[in-house]
């Protein structure tokens, strides 16, 4: 079975700290992808990498950076945390073109 | 911009029915396309991908492609209430990352 593994599952962290939410796949996947959901916006795509060190943004890429050092490791950033950054967090992989999986969810809530 | 889209429901259906989902998309180019199911709380997980014209079954699952219409559905035959979830359709189209659309909620009520 295919897994992706978010570690942190439940954050609570403080307007402006630097938050670091990792993920790690397990299928050899040449692709990555972080998402955000909310209520009513669906699934918005904030970063994604084809490759080793080698990142794209997404559709909200504001205020977010992305890091990619090893191939099963994909690593979000927020560099200074606000508020509207509480939402849970979803991280995927998938081989080119093909389905894609996710992680199980990072909540995250910025006070 | 690649748009996907789906009606937001409440698709409220009694148990033993068919639920019919439907989405539309925009890039005509479009090759793949999946249908995932995501509960309350929970990540989106995959039911069934498709890539050809017609039908595929899956069990109670059945997904409809029409390319010429932009238009791909999900039928779930004697619907249960653990069908009861939000279902999203997605799209690729080649070299880029999946459009997802915001989901339709079902709610198959016993």
């Known amino acids: 079975d295919v897994k992706v593994t978010q570690s942190s599952r439940y954050l609570v962290k403080r307007t402006g700290e630097k938050v670091f939410l990792e993920c790690v796949q397990d299928m050899d996947h040449e692709n990555m992808f972080w998402y955000r959901q909310d209520p009513g916006l669906g699934l918005r795509l904030i970063y994604f990498s084809y490759d080793v060190k080698m990142k794209e943004k997404g559709d909200i890429p504001e205020g977010y950076s992305v890091s990619r050092e090893k191939k099963e490791r994909f690593s979000l950033i927020l560099e200074s945390a606000s508020t509207n950054q509480t939402s849970m967090y979803l991280c995927a992989s998938s081989f080119l073109g093909n389905t894609i999986y996710f992680g199980e969810g990072s909540w995250l809530t910025v006070v | 911009q690649k748009e996907v889209e789906q009606n937001s429901g409440p698709l409220s259906v009694p148990e033993g029915a068919i639920a019919s989902l439907n989405c539309t998309y925009s890039?005509?180019?479009?090759?793949?396309f999946f249908w995932y199911r995501q509960y309350s709380g929970k990540s989106p997980e995959l039911i069934m991908s498709?890539?050809?014209?017609g039908d595929k079954e899956d069990g109670r699952f059945t997904a409809q492609l029409n390319k010429a219409s932009q238009y791909v559905s999900l039928l779930i035959r004697d619907s249960q209430p653990s069908d009861s979830a939000t279902y999203l359709c997605?799209?690729?189209?080649?070299?880029?990352?999946?459009?997802f659309g915001k989901g339709t909620r079902l709610s198959v009520i016993a």
């Open positions: 890039d005509r180019v479009s090759q793949s």
């Open positions: 997605a799209v690729n189209s080649g070299n880029t990352p999946l459009v």
């Open positions: 498709i890539y050809s014209n």
